[in-house]
Each structure stands twice: as structure tokens, then as C-alpha cells.
């Protein structure tokens, strides 16, 4: 086990138009994998703010009611991360009649991954590689050396069918075409959301993990950051569950800063391995 | 509270070609609102099945691994219904700010429920309505007077955008562009597959529950049975949760036959209120 | 008959990267119904340019290479519309028996006109209403009445059927709608890029044409311009045959000016007919 | 300059509901390149008929009026084919500003081929190839590759992005790809439906044509059949332009049977060489 403190911020500043009810999903999930040493919420102006626990891995909501008028919310917090580093060649896909049921859910397609479109597909790119790790780390590397990162070229509607077919997205894309490929190969996928140190320009970040053995692994497709860094806030079967602000009423965003950086000013060293860190 | 026993039945029929794994979900879950009195699965040749519980609904699927030949599955059960009947009118849709967590994410878009693409179109037509059980009913009498219900017209890919253009479905896709109708005005909405009597001709039905005041409450766009009398099976998202039967291997299904019906021969009565029969 | 005087303009700038090829459809046509008083070129830095007649309806297109730098083309013109004005009431549907071969292909399905997924649709919305220019009035009237002008809604691979959804788009979506739901009625229409007087803000314009009787008859969905003013530019299936730039090399546009005015600085009055104003 | 006499034939029956409008392209077309011994068409009731000329290419369409009963449509015809066989490598792309303006707008995306959308994928995967002759035969020798012919795995709406992310369609299919990455590429591409000898089962058949040097040179990227034996009957942007049969009114197919093969009985030869049979 390695031990890392990773210290996130975001500040997220909108103009409110009409009363506005927002959820942000920015505060790191609480984990077995992840302990939150500090954290600080600002919300200028004051306003009181609830937080809802959601979803089986440790996801937390910041929700309230914002007026019109400008709003800035700063959250920041230093995070541990323990994740588990395994060999990841004994690493080995579950077969279908022995995954249990609450992983089957992450085998049916959704809103952006539209796996039951893309059997063909997989199973030619990838059916005849070996099974387990390797494979879903050869679906991560296809994406990687065929998808240009360009940002601008997709939008919230972009599903894993539009990334394939114009060959360009951002991190959301990357990871929805994976999870999508995975599944279509019989492997459950899921997106993570979350705080990544070293990504330049700094954002939040989208990847996927992938259950192999009797855990979920994380998988990076776009290779812009240490695996063993990511700070999980969200969980979900794709963006759609993972969105870092939903409103509802009148807002604008006008800016916003993210940041994440290691508490020791160190880079992450690679490992050699798979890394898991997720509740289970 | 109106009391019904439905009885259900099906028989599916395949040729199994490889050595397949399959997941069923044809036995009705076990909730507050339905109990089973009686429940009898026959698998021919013999085979040893698996049930197993998925999700927070009661459902229960059924897995086995099946060896090349013929396959008949069986499956029939006395259900006691115990709806409940609410008055309409005074129930209410939540405010976002109001929703429990595990509510939320039946506001996202899911894979055959495009609500994100929907938007302007939602506020369009039903925008203006008086919120509550009222609208999410004009939701579903505007698929059901707008699209045509045409057995053939879709296929396992299409989604409510494909149906909403070409104006033609069936039952899952009748629920389908419901369902992304009513997440797109902010109100939470689920996919239903079960049984229905006085289905004609007999098939399993996909429906509908959409969440108001404190509960789901059934509806079906397609008109084509009393809810009063649906039995549960599965809950999900979309039809990407809810399917009759999952397989990985070789197999083609060769005949099905479904049916449900009160146990009294009656027909049941068109009861002038809303109907929750989900377990939260 | 009909005499107006239009004055139209426009400057297009850009900067090079790398030498490439230009192609501007941005001339009037020389129809029977539209002549050039005058016009005038000017691209600078000077570039020798090729004019290529294109097309069965006097379109003309402006050819040549760019080398690295700025560059600006600009155009004016004096143009004397000759529209024919005709009693809308007689103006029939020609049925598919009777059409001539060199009409027939404006009834297929094209890139953003996708006619044969909106058949059901079409029949539903308007297969009821009296046939004839009425009913090509009562699609555009639809069209105007259901889908919000809203620039930036759009971009270049938007469809008739994603405008449908998404009920919003510019004027090129306007067109691409209405012609889609004509030719899934039958009725053949095609697509016309061009200058609109009173237009606000001044830009390029994109309407349609509907064959009727024997002419080909204007019409535009979206209501912002006198018809009778419409100055021809290009004409197609549909935007894709009808770009006012297309270009292969690198090049980035910097800025837009398009004007459009009667020569009097009078409003043209609104005729009470169906406009015809091409060569056929 | 090889000659070759293919016997061609077809037989097309329906069902009659209500008096129905059609239009059959089942006639080869009268070009430079392929000349009609002998044809001879049966409508059975007898029908008269109307022969209409379309289009640039010397195609005709059969078109007529059905009562209800049964039809039996009925083509036989001998046509002699002149292919011009050329040295492939010396054919060489045309630049865009040297494409003569007939050649333009069959860069033009179209319904089924929406080469807008793949300009990043052509680049990728033909970007690099030499270009010519070679860079298109590239491009059908990818679809071949990658693409499985499998009946039934498309529809009519099925267009080139469907295809390539499902890797499966019929004739048509790789067709449109082909169609789309020329394009995409800057390669003017085009349809043609046709007959061709050797076909396994007997169809009609959907191939393209690409523009290079300065004629039009056929390519077929199912590798079906030999190409120099390649009946021409319609040609145009896409299969929307090229149907065998349109009808407008009620009718139902019941049966179809095809069939060419050279009247000598014996096979074609593979010729090493390009094969122009365009008319342009």
C-alpha cells in the first residue's frame, strides 16, 4: 500500500439569473481507499448548504438554493489516498454467470456508452487478446493511440458511437468509449469522476474502472496523469451520473479554477501495476 | 387497498448451439405491494438455477448455464396485488432542491432515454401544464395519442429520440420517450418490465413509474391494460435493466409464449385514482 | 410582374496558415428572374480568380488559391428581381406519376434532409390537410410555430431529424426541416442559400423552394424576411450543395459582414402570392 | 478495349392494395461503355408503360400506374460492355481547385454517406497513402477488411456511420463508407447500382465509382464479383438515388429473383488494371 496526501480546490463562480437549486458533486467520496484529512467549503454569499450522501461508494452532494446575484463556491481539501497496488497479470475477467448482482448493472449500456452497439466492434478490435488486465488495459491503449484529445470537439450530448466516429474528445469521451468497448466485451465498466494532480491545464477529470477479479480497477485511457493520484468524487455508469454541477433555474457560469497537486510537491512515481481504489 | 391475484405464466423456447450462460427475469419481485402465494420453474432438460436478488426492488433473476440442445424454460405464479389507490390530484412533483438521494438519479439520462436531447421539447408540450400527477398523465396521453403503436417499428437500439421522429413504438418505447419526457421537466421516472392481463395479444409489458409527493406511482402510455393489474418484475433505468433474458454464448430463441390473467376470470376494474406499487 | 433593385455586400476575412484553396458561392445567380445592374470583386492581397458556372440554375462559383496571410474578399452586386407572383389557391401538388424525370430527385432523402425517417411524421402532422401550396404553407407555418430560432443551437452536422428533436436551429435548419417533412409528403423541395433584405442581424440567408404546378415555388419557415426580396445565390438538395465558403488547406475565418437592402431603402410590401423565382 | 455480352435479368412480383404509382430502375443504362443488344420488359397484367431518361449517365426509369391484384414486372436484356481498362498507377487525385464544377458535388456529403463527419478517420487511417488510384483502392480494401457482409444487419436508413460502428452491412453499405471516406478525403466519389455476373447469391448490386485522372473509374469494396463485368443502371450521389424500385401508393413485394452472367457462360478475368465505364 502506498500513501499519498493529494491536496484538491476548485472554485466555481456563476452569475445567478433566477433562484437557482444546485448539486455539486466536487467533494472527494469517502473510501476505504481515500480519507479526507481536511476540508473546506466556502460559499459567498453565505449560504447554508446540505450534504447529501448518495450512491453506494462514498459519494458526497453539496445542494442548496442560490439567489440571484453572483455566486462563488470554493471547496478544498487534502485527501490520503491508500490505494491498493496488485500484480496486475493474475488479474482475470469474471465470467458472466459468476459476477454477482450488484456488478451486473455495469454491463448494460448507457446514455454515453452504447455498448450493445459496439459488439462487432470490440470483439474484432479486441476479442482474440488475452483475457483479464491485459485486455482492458489493450481497450485503454486502442483509445489512447486512436482518438485525438481535442478539446471543443464534443459536447454533453456526445455518446461513445459519436466519439468512434469522428475520432476526437476529452477525458469524458475516452472513458466513455472504454467502459463502452469493456462492456460490449463482457466486462463491467464503470466512470469515475474525480481530482487528478499533474493533468495540465488543471480540471477535474473522467476515467473508468474496470471489475477483474473480485475488485474494480482504474484505468486512465487518456494517459494524462498517474492512475495512483486520482482523488474519486463520483461513481456512476457514466457522466451522466457524475455531472460536478447540476442546476436547475438561471445560473451562468462564468469561470472556474481546479487544481490538485500532490501535498509534497513530489510527482507521482509510476507503478507497475493495477491500482484499485475503489469501496469494493 | 384493492386486493387481485393475477396468475402469470411463460414459456420460452430456444436451441441452444455453444455452451451458454443465461440471466431471467421473468419471476415477479417480491415487494410490500405483491406476494407470492405460489411459484413453479421448470428448466428442461433438468438444470440447476440460481436465483438471485438484484437491486432495491425485490427483483430476482434466475441464472444457469445451459449445454447445447433444446432448452424450454417454464415459469408460472399466483401473485397477490395490493395496490395502492391514491387520489390523484393532490399529488405533487418534488422540487429538485426536495428529492432524497436515491432518488436523483432517475433524473439522469440513461441509454434508451435521451432526457438531455429533450429539453426544449418537454417544456414545449407540457411546460405550461399544472404540475404534479396531472402533467406526468398529459406526458403519457400526448406518446400515447402521438405515436402509434406498430409491433416491428423499433429494434433493441433505439432510444426516445428515434421514437419521437418516427412515431412509431412499441410498449418499451412507449415508456421510453415517457420516461425522457418527465426526467426533462425535472421529474424522476423509471422503466417497469412485467406482467399485464388483458394484454392482447399476451407478451411481457414495459411500463412506466414516475415519482410524486413521496412515492412511484405506475403508468402506462400505452393504454393497453388496467395498471391496477401489472405484476413487477424488474426496475431499472430503461429497458437496459429490465431485460426478459440476457445471454452470453450461442443460442436462438425458437418460440415464447406469455400470459397473465386475474385468477378470478374477471376483468379488472378501471379504478379512478393513482397507483403505487413500489417499494418506496 | 414584380421589379425590386437589391443592393448586396459582403466581406470575408480570414488568415492563411497554409496555401489553400478557396471556393465562394457568394455571387447572385443569373436567373430569367434575378439580373446583375452590376457587380464587383475585390479580393486582396490580389489574387487572380476563376468564375465556374455550376449547376442547372445559373450559380457561379469564385475559385482560387490563398497563400499565408490575411485575406479578404469582398463583394457587391446590384441585382433587379424579377419574382412572378401567382395566386397562391390553384397551385397544386404534381402527383409522383407526373413529375419529370429532372424533378424526381428532390423527392430523395439527402445529408440533412433525412425524408424517409419522418414519413409517419410528416402523414400524421399534415397528410390530412388540403393539398397544394396550403399544405406547403402549413409545414412551414409548423415549422415557424414549433422550432425557436436560436443561434448557436446547430452546428454543420445538424439534420433535419436532431432540429426535430432538439426544436431549435438557424434558418439553414429551418429549411432543411421543412424540406425534409415536403418530400416525405411527396412534394418535391430543395434548397436555396442566398441574400434576404431586412434581415436582422444581416447575414446569409437559407430558405426553400417547393415544386408546385409546374414552377418551383420560395418559401421560408422562418418568417424573417420578405420572400419577394430574396436574392438567389446557390441552390441544392440541401446546405451541403449550397456552402457560401468551402475551403482545402488551413485557414481560419477572422470576421463576417453581409448586407442586403432594397436600392430604394423602401420595405418590400408583403405580396398576398406564392413567389417563383427560379429558372427552371 | 475487352468486350463482354451479359445477360441480364430480373423478376419482380407484388401484391396490389390500392392503385400504386411506380418507378422501376432496373434497366441498364445507355452509356459509351455499355451498349443494349436486345432488352425486353413484361408487366403482367399488361400495363403501358412510361420510359423516362434521367440524369447525366443514360439511365431510364419504367414507370406506370398498378390496379390492385397481383404484378409481375419481368427485364431480360443483352448488353454488350466496353470497359476501358487503364494502367492504374499512373491515376492520379485531382486537386480541388482543378476539379471541373459537374465533379463538385460529388464532394458534397449526402444522406448515406456523411462525409462531413469522417474527415478525421479518413485522415487517420488514408491520410498517409500514397495518393491516386491506390489510396482508393486502399480505402475499398479497408471496408473489406473491416467490414463483415452480413444480410440483414442494415435498413434504409442505415448510412455510412451506422455501418462503420457496427462493422456489418450488405452491398450498399460498403458502398456508402467507400462513398464517404473518398469524399472525406477530398476524392470525389459516387453509387451505382447495378447488375454484376458472378454474384453469389444473384441481387442487384451496389458498388462505386471514384473520380480520378479525368474520368470516373470503378471500385467495388465487397469484392463480390469482377468488377469489368459490372452492369451500370443508375449512378448517383447515394443508394437514395439509385432505388430499383420507388412506389407511391399500397403495395407489398413478394418476390424477387435476379440474374446476370456473361453470355459466353464463361468467367471473367481478373484484369490488373482500373476499370472506367463512367460516361464522364
Redesign the interface.
Given at each position: 500500500m502506498s500513501t499519498n496526501v493529494i491536496n484538491v480546490f476548485c472554485q466555481l463562480n456563476y452569475t445567478i439569473v433566477e433562484p437557482t437549486?444546485f448539486?455539486f458533486s466536487i467533494a472527494p467520496a469517502k473510501t476505504d481507499f481515500q480519507q479526507l484529512q481536511q476540508e473546506a467549503l466556502t460559499v459567498t454569499p453565505y449560504t447554508p448548504v446540505e450534504w447529501?450522501?448518495?450512491?453506494d461508494y462514498g459519494s458526497r452532494?453539496i445542494?442548496?438554493?442560490a439567489q440571484p446575484g453572483t455566486l462563488t463556491v470554493e471547496y478544498r481539501a487534502s485527501v490520503q489516498l491508500m490505494p491498493v497496488l496488485m500484480p496486475a497479470a493474475p488479474l482475470e475477467e469474471i465470467?458472466?454467470?459468476a459476477l454477482s448482482?450488484?456488478i451486473?448493472?455495469y454491463l448494460?449500456?448507457?446514455?454515453y456508452?452504447?455498448s450493445?452497439?459496439?459488439g462487432?466492434?470490440a470483439f474484432?478490435e479486441f476479442g482474440q487478446l488475452p483475457m483479464g488486465y491485459a485486455r482492458v488495459q489493450a481497450v485503454a491503449d486502442w483509445v489512447y493511440h486512436?482518438i485525438?484529445y481535442l478539446p471543443g470537439s464534443t459536447d454533453?450530448?456526445s455518446g461513445a458511437?459519436d466519439v468512434?466516429?469522428?475520432?476526437?474528445g476529452v477525458c469524458r469521451d475516452f472513458a466513455h468509449l472504454s467502459i463502452a468497448f469493456c462492456r460490449a466485451l463482457?466486462i463491467p465498466a464503470r466512470y469515475v469522476a474525480g481530482y487528478a494532480p499533474e493533468l495540465n491545464p488543471p480540471d477535474f477529470h473522467g476515467f473508468f474502472e474496470a471489475y477483474l477479479g473480485d475488485k474494480w480497477y482504474l484505468f486512465d485511457a487518456t494517459k494524462l496523469a498517474p492512475v495512483s493520484g486520482f482523488v474519486r468524487i463520483g461513481t456512476?455508469?457514466d457522466a451522466?451520473?457524475a455531472s460536478f454541477a447540476t442546476l436547475?433555474g438561471e445560473a451562468a457560469m462564468d469561470s472556474m479554477v481546479v487544481s490538485a497537486a500532490t501535498a509534497s510537491g513530489e510527482s507521482l512515481p509510476d507503478n507497475g501495476g493495477a491500482v484499485s481504489s475503489a469501496t469494493q
Open positions: 437549486s448539486v447529501v450522501d448518495i450512491g452532494l445542494r442548496f438554493q465470467q458472466f454467470s448482482a450488484d451486473l448493472p448494460n449500456p448507457s446514455r456508452c452504447e450493445d452497439r459496439l462487432r466492434f474484432k486512436n485525438d454533453a450530448s458511437c468512434l466516429i469522428q475520432r476526437a463482457g456512476g455508469r451522466a451520473d436547475v
